[in-house]
C-alpha cells in the first residue's frame, strides 16, 4: 500500500511576493470569516451525516439515515434509490442533495420528476430541507447555477435539449427512474447525455422485467461497470431469476443500489383494515342488469363488458358509453340497445351510490372515492351534494395547479376527494385514512397505486380501505376470484408489478377481459379466473422466498 | 470555532466589504451593495462592462437575505447552510481572506519592538474511499522559531490592524518566510508519518476489491473490451487510491509585542 502526498505550492509563494512588494492584505476580519468558513465547511468525520442536526424541524428515520450515508460513503454519490414505494425516497434524495450542498460539492442540480410531482418536489425541498429551488415555468433559465426541477418532457424539448446538454451538473436525479430501463429510448439517450457528477436513480421496481433493465440503469451511473451490454446479456441471459443466483453480479448490484423493504425499516406500519362492502341490486336494477346481459351476450364485442361493469358503476357511466356507441357505428342489435336505454333512464338512484351516502355520513371523518368512470365522479358528486356532503374532484387531466388546488382544498375544506383512475398516481393524501375503492380495476396495479396514495411513510392513522362490490355480477367474479385469491389487501405495497411483468401479464385487464369475453358460462369463467390468479400467487410466493433468500445472503 | 450564529457572521462580511446595513432584523438583513460586491454576488457582467466602457458611475444594487428560510418575505432570498448564495460567499471568502500581515494594536508611548510570527491555517484532507478533513493552525515565531499549536484561539483574543501602530517598529525575522513555512510543514508530515492510516488500508483493500470484480466481468476473448477496462479500472483507481493532500487556507505575517509573544508560548 502507498499513500500519495499533495503539498500546496502556491500559498507561500504567492505570500513571498506580497510581502517583497509590500502588497495588499486582508483585514482581520475578513481572515477570521474566512477561516470560520473552513471550519463550517470541514468534513470532520469519514462518516456522518451533518444536515440532521441542521435541519432539526424533520424526523428523520433510521433506514433513510442510513441510506444516505451509505450513498454519500460508499456509493460516491452515484446510485439507485430503490426502496418500496411509501418508505419516503424524496427524504433519502433530500438528504443526500442538502449533504452535498453543505460540502460545498453541489451548486448546480437538475432535477427531473413526472410533470404532476414538479410542485410537490419543491414544497419537500424548500420546506423540509431549506434547497432553494427553480421550478420550470415558462421560461426557464439552465445556465445558472441552481437546482432546477423540472419533467423530462419539458427538457427534452428542442428548444431547452441543446442548451441543457452543454450544462456541467453537479447532480443530476431522475424519479421514476424505471422508465428508462429501455436504452434504446430518447428519454434514456437523453438522460446518459447529460453531464453529471453525481446522479440518483429512485425507483421502486428496479427490476421490472430482465436483467438488462438493471443493466441499462447502472449503466447511466457507471458505463462499462457492468461490462458491455452484448457481454452482460450474454452470461446472463434475459432471465431475471439469475440475479439471486449469481453472487458476483449481486454484489456489484449491491455497490450501487440501496433497497429498503418496509419489513427491514423496523417501522411500526399503521394498521390496513380492508372490508367488503357487499351490495344487492334492488329488483328494478337487478332486472336492467339481467337484459343488459342478454343483449351483449348475443355479441361478442368487447364493450359489451365494459357495459355491464358501467351499469354496477352507475347508469350514468353505462348510458355515456352505450350512446356514444350506437352513434358512432352501424351496430348490431341496436334496437335493443336503444330499448335498454329507455328502460334505464327510469331507475331510481344506484344502490351503491346510496350505500356511499351511508358509510360517509357515518364515518365522519374525510374520505378518497376511487371510480373508474366521469360519468360516476359526476353522479357522485351531485349525490354527495344533495345529501349535504362537500366534495372535490380529481382527474390524472388537470392541470398541475388544479391538481394542487384540489389537494389543499380537499385538505382543508371538503370532506371528500372523488377521483377517477388516471388521478390515482402523482398526488400524496397521506392525511387522509379512509378510502373506497367504489368500482375496481381490472388491473391490480393499478389498485396497488391507489391505496399507495394514503398507506404510506407520512401515515399516521390506521387506513380503511372499503371495496363495494355488487352481488352476483362481473364485480362479484372479479372482487372474489382475483383480489381475494392474492391477497392483494394485505400484502404490502411491493412487487407486484415485478411479478405480473415476469408473467408477462402487464396486460392483465385485457386478459382479464379475454375471459370474460370467450367464456360461455359463468362457470367457465370461474375456472378461468381462478387459474389466473393461481399462477399469480404462486409466483408471488415464489418471489417472497427469493427475497429472503436474497436478504439471507447479503447479511 | 465554526459559524455559531451564520446572521452574525453575514453581517459582519458585509461589514467587513463595507457594505450599508438597510436592514438588520434578527431573521432578515437588507444591504446595500457595493461596486465591488454586486460585481461579485449579483452575477451581471455585461452592465459592469458597460459600466466601466462608458465611464459611467455604476448603481450597485441591494439585496436582502432571509436567515430564518421558513419566513414568507417576497422581496427576501432565503439563506441557509448549503445554499449557493451562502457557498458564493464562501468562495468570495476564500479569495478575500488569505493573506494577512497584520499588527497588534496596541497604545504606547515610547518605542516598542514587535516580533513576526508566521501563521498557518492549514487543511489536511485524507482521500480515499471517503474523504475526511482536518484543520490545524500553527504559527513559528520568526526569531527564536518556536511553534504552537491552535494559535488561532490566541489571535482571536487580540485585536489587530492592518497598519503598523505608532511608535511600533517590526524586528526583523532571523528564520526567512519561506524556512518558516518548510519548518511548519514539516512538523505536519512528521506528524503524519507516525499516525496509523486505518482509512487508507482500507480504501486500498478496496481498490483491490473493486479491480477483481472488474476482472471477472471482463473475462471475455473478445479484444474490444480492452480499452473500456482499462477506462473503468483508471476510474477506479481514481476514486480509491488513498491520498492526503495539505492546503493552506489562509495565513499570513502577525506582528506582536514581545510581551504577547511570549504569553503565546506560555499558554
Known amino acids: ?555 | 470555532m465554526a459559524i455559531a450564529n451564520l446572521h452574525d457572521f453575514l453581517f459582519t462580511f458585509f461589514k467587513a466589504n463595507h457594505c450599508d446595513i438597510l436592514e438588520n432584523r434578527g431573521d432578515k438583513l437588507s444591504i446595500q451593495l457595493t461596486d465591488k460586491m454586486d460585481e461579485y454576488l449579483l452575477n451581471r457582467p455585461f452592465y459592469w462592462q458597460y459600466v466601466k466602457k462608458l465611464g459611467l458611475q455604476g448603481e450597485p444594487g441591494k439585496i436582502t437575505l432571509l436567515t430564518n428560510p421558513l419566513l414568507d418575505d417576497e422581496e427576501g432570498e432565503p439563506i441557509h447552510f448549503g445554499s449557493p448564495r451562502l457557498q458564493q460567499i464562501f468562495r468570495l471568502l476564500d479569495e478575500e481572506g488569505k493573506f494577512v500581515r497584520l499588527y497588534q494594536m496596541v497604545q504606547v508611548d515610547q518605542q516598542t519592538a514587535l516580533v513576526p510570527w508566521l501563521v498557518l491555517n492549514i487543511k489536511v484532507s485524507f482521500i480515499g474511499k471517503q474523504k475526511k478533513e482536518a484543520i490545524k493552525s500553527i504559527g513559528i515565531n520568526m526569531i527564536n522559531g518556536g511553534m504552537i499549536n491552535n494559535i488561532i484561539d490566541q489571535l482571536e483574543k487580540i485585536q489587530w490592524d492592518t497598519k503598523i501602530p505608532d511608535f511600533c517598529y517590526n524586528l526583523s525575522p532571523l528564520i526567512r518566510l519561506k524556512s518558516s513555512y518548510q519548518r511548519i510543514i514539516q512538523l505536519i508530515e512528521k506528524e503524519l508519518q507516525e499516525t496509523e492510516h486505518d482509512w487508507a488500508i482500507e480504501s486500498w483493500r478496496h481498490m483491490e476489491e473493486e479491480k477483481k470484480l472488474l476482472d471477472y466481468f471482463y473475462q471475455t476473448d473478445k479484444k474490444d473490451y480492452t480499452a473500456l477496462y482499462k477506462k473503468e479500472s483508471e476510474a477506479i483507481e481514481a476514486l480509491y487510491r488513498p491520498q492526503i493532500a495539505i492546503s493552506i487556507i489562509n495565513g499570513g505575517i502577525f506582528h506582536m509585542t514581545q510581551s504577547t509573544s511570549l504569553n503565546q508560548l506560555l499558554d
Open chain 1, 1 to 555: 500500500m502507498q499513500i500519495d502526498l499533495k503539498r500546496d505550492v502556491d500559498f507561500i509563494e504567492k505570500l513571498d511576493q506580497k510581502v517583497k512588494d509590500d502588497g495588499s492584505f486582508s483585514s482581520w476580519e475578513l481572515f477570521h470569516l474566512s477561516y470560520q468558513a473552513s471550519v463550517n465547511n470541514l468534513t470532520t468525520d469519514f462518516k456522518g451525516l451533518r444536515s440532521p442536526t441542521l435541519l432539526p424541524h424533520v424526523t428523520f428515520l433510521t433506514h433513510q439515515l442510513e441510506c444516505a450515508e451509505q450513498v454519500l460513503d460508499d456509493m460516491n454519490g452515484r446510485a439507485i434509490l430503490a426502496d418500496e414505494v411509501g418508505l419516503g425516497k424524496t427524504i433519502e434524495a433530500g438528504l443526500i442533495l442538502k449533504e452535498y450542498m453543505l460540502r460545498g460539492l453541489v451548486k448546480k442540480a437538475l432535477i427531473l420528476v413526472p410533470a404532476s410531482l414538479v410542485n410537490q418536489w419543491a414544497m419537500e425541498l424548500t420546506q423540509k430541507f431549506y434547497i432553494p429551488v427553480t421550478t420550470s415555468r415558462k421560461r426557464p433559465v439552465w445556465d445558472q447555477d441552481n437546482i432546477m426541477i423540472t419533467s423530462i418532457d419539458t427538457a427534452k424539448r428542442q428548444q431547452h435539449k441543446d442548451i441543457i446538454l452543454e450544462q456541467n451538473y453537479d447532480f443530476v436525479l431522475v424519479d421514476e427512474a424505471h422508465k428508462l430501463k429501455n436504452h434504446q429510448t430518447k428519454n434514456y439517450q437523453f438522460i446518459r447525455a447529460l453531464q453529471k457528477k453525481y446522479c440518483l436513480l429512485l425507483t421502486a421496481t428496479p427490476i421490472q422485467n430482465k436483467l438488462s433493465d438493471i443493466f441499462n440503469l447502472v449503466s447511466i451511473l457507471k458505463p462499462g461497470y457492468l461490462g458491455d451490454y452484448q457481454t452482460f446479456t450474454e452470461k446472463f441471459g434475459k432471465n431475471h431469476k439469475t440475479l439471486e443466483h449469481d453472487a458476483h453480479l449481486k454484489q456489484l448490484i449491491q455497490k450501487v443500489m440501496v433497497r429498503n423493504r418496509r419489513e427491514d425499516t423496523g417501522i411500526d406500519w399503521t394498521k390496513r383494515n380492508v372490508e367488503t362492502v357487499w351490495i344487492d341490486f334492488t329488483a328494478e336494477e337487478r332486472e336492467a342488469y339481467n337484459n343488459l346481459k342478454e343483449i351483449t351476450e348475443q355479441s361478442s364485442h368487447f364493450a359489451a363488458i365494459t357495459y355491464l361493469r358501467e351499469l354496477c358503476s352507475s347508469r350514468e357511466a353505462c348510458y355515456v358509453s352505450i350512446k356514444k356507441n350506437l352513434l358512432q357505428e352501424n351496430k348490431e342489435n341496436k334496437e335493443d340497445y336503444a330499448a335498454f336505454l329507455k328502460c334505464i333512464e327510469k331507475l331510481p338512484n344506484h344502490s351503491k351510490a346510496l350505500k356511499v351516502v351511508e358509510l360517509i355520513q357515518s364515518m365522519n371523518d374525510k374520505c378518497i372515492i376511487f371510480t373508474e368512470y366521469r360519468a360516476t365522479q359526476v353522479y357522485l358528486q351531485w349525490i354527495l351534494q344533495q345529501n349535504g356532503i362537500t366534495s372535490v374532484p380529481f382527474r390524472g387531466g388537470f392541470k398541475r395547479g388544479k391538481k394542487d388546488w384540489m389537494r389543499q382544498l380537499f385538505q382543508e375544506k371538503a370532506q371528500v376527494l372523488i377521483a377517477t383512475e388516471a388521478g390515482g398516481e402523482g398526488i400524496n393524501l397521506q392525511f387522509c385514512n379512509n378510502m373506497i375503492n367504489y368500482d375496481l380495476p381490472w388491473n391490480p396495479m393499478r389498485l396497488e397505486q391507489r391505496i399507495g396514495r394514503i398507506h404510506r411513510y407520512g401515515q399516521t392513522e390506521d387506513v380503511n380501505i372499503y371495496n363495494f362490490a355488487i352481488k352476483d355480477t362481473i364485480e362479484d367474479h372479479i372482487l372474489r376470484l382475483l383480489y381475494e385469491k392474492i391477497q392483494l389487501f394485505q400484502r404490502v405495497v411491493g412487487n407486484l408489478d415485478a411479478i405480473l411483468s415476469d408473467l408477462q401479464l402487464t396486460n392483465i385487464e385485457t386478459e382479464v377481459e379475454k375471459i370474460f369475453q370467450e367464456s360461455k358460462t359463468d362457470g367457465e369463467i370461474k375456472i378461468k379466473i381462478d387459474n389466473l390468479s393461481a399462477v399469480i400467487s404462486n409466483a408471488q410466493d415464489y418471489y417472497e422466498q427469493e427475497e429472503q433468500h436474497g436478504n439471507r445472503e447479503s447479511s
